[in-house]
């Protein structure tokens, strides 16, 4: 399956691309929440042969 055929889905709970004796598909819904609990927000970019996910957080002033 290709990136944008799973994109919709990246962040949902149990969510994973890997075998199902490997890893829990927990990890990027935990960042998520860890993130939009700060007000941030997480901007994912695809190209061919490139994918960028970058986390963005205010700074406390």
């Known amino acids: 399956m290709s990136f944008w055929g799973i994109w919709p889905r990246i962040f949902d709970p149990f969510f994973t691309t890997k075998p199902a004796d490997e890893g829990s598909g927990w ?8 993130v939009e609990k700060h007000s941030g927000k997480i901007e994912v970019t695809s190209v061919i042969g490139q994918r960028t996910c970058m986390v963005l957080i205010p700074i406390a002033v």
Request: glycine share 12%; hydrophobic share 25%; charged share 50%.
């Open 27 to 34: 990890g990027r819904e935990i960042v998520k929440k860890s």
